[in-house]
């Protein structure tokens, strides 16, 4: 079964500080990798996402993350962080190629991000 | 650039009621699904569809739930006898043409709140 760890439930940063918010993944074959955003009364918004290939990936808003196999890992980094990234980020993860997995994404607990200005 | 959209944005409703959530995925999609977040709590699979099949489903979703795309648009979620723990952010999604493994792109939610 897949299910998807993020160990910080809150983290509180300054703006202009970098950022960097982890995700666990426990999958037995190629796992797809996404984060999503929701802001509060929001839906999910796809910030980036792993398929393939290069495992450092970039997404909006100057958001990027990397896919360790070996830690089994796909943390968010962020190298400066403005006051709109204030909002919940998700870590999800999904059957990958040869998965047999109907699209179903199991999605981690969320991470709240607040900015101090 | 074109979103999937759900209606309506907030329903109440009283136990064991029946209610309908309605959702308008991407025009091009094939692949379309259905989470619910309870408050304070993970995003949880209900249901994926396609070829106006469910291709899976969750324990969650049991006998009290259906899904339909009644015409070329729209994707529904039915619950027929809702109970209070059925409170909860309900959220279409709908993803690509050639599978599964295609980014998912997610409506805004309905919240349902059972009194």
């Known amino acids: 079964a897949q299910s998807v760890t993020q160990p910080d439930i809150h983290i509180t940063v300054s703006e202009g500080a970098s950022l960097e918010l982890r995700c666990n993944y426990s999958?037995?074959?190629?796992?797809?990798l996404f984060w999503y955003v929701q802001s509060p009364g929001q839906g999910l918004q796809l910030l980036l996402k792993?398929?393939?290939?290069?495992?450092l990936v970039q997404g909006i808003k100057g958001f990027e993350a990397e896919f360790k196999r070996s830690q089994s890992s796909f943390n968010l980094r962020k190298p400066s962080v403005h006051w709109s990234d204030a909002a919940e980020y998700f870590c999800?993860?999904?059957?990958?190629?040869?998965?047999?997995?109907?699209?179903?994404?199991?999605f981690g607990q969320g991470t709240i991000l607040t900015v101090h200005p | 650039e074109p979103e999937v959209t759900q209606t309506p944005s907030h329903q109440v409703t009283q136990m064991g009621q029946e209610v309908i959530l309605r959702c308008v995925p991407i025009?091009?999609?094939?692949?379309f699904y259905w989470y619910r977040q309870i408050l304070g709590q993970k995003v949880e699979f209900l249901v994926s569809?396609?070829?106006?099949?469910?291709?899976?489903k969750s324990e969650i979703f049991d006998d009290q739930f259906s899904v339909e795309r009644p015409d070329g648009s729209n994707f529904t979620l039915k619950i027929r006898s809702t109970k209070l723990e059925d409170s909860a952010m309900y959220f279409c999604?709908?993803?690509?043409?050639?599978?599964?493994?295609?980014?998912?792109?997610f409506g805004p939610g309905t919240r349902l709140l059972v009194l």
């Open positions: 999604a709908s993803g690509g043409t050639r599978g599964y493994q295609e980014t998912q792109y």
């Open positions: 999958y037995g074959a190629t796992p797809y």
């Open positions: 792993y398929f393939s290939g290069d495992t």
């Open positions: 999800a993860v999904g059957a990958g190629a040869g998965g047999t997995s109907y699209g179903k994404l199991t």
């Open positions: 025009s091009n999609h094939l692949y």
């Open positions: 569809f396609y070829n106006n099949e469910i291709s899976e």
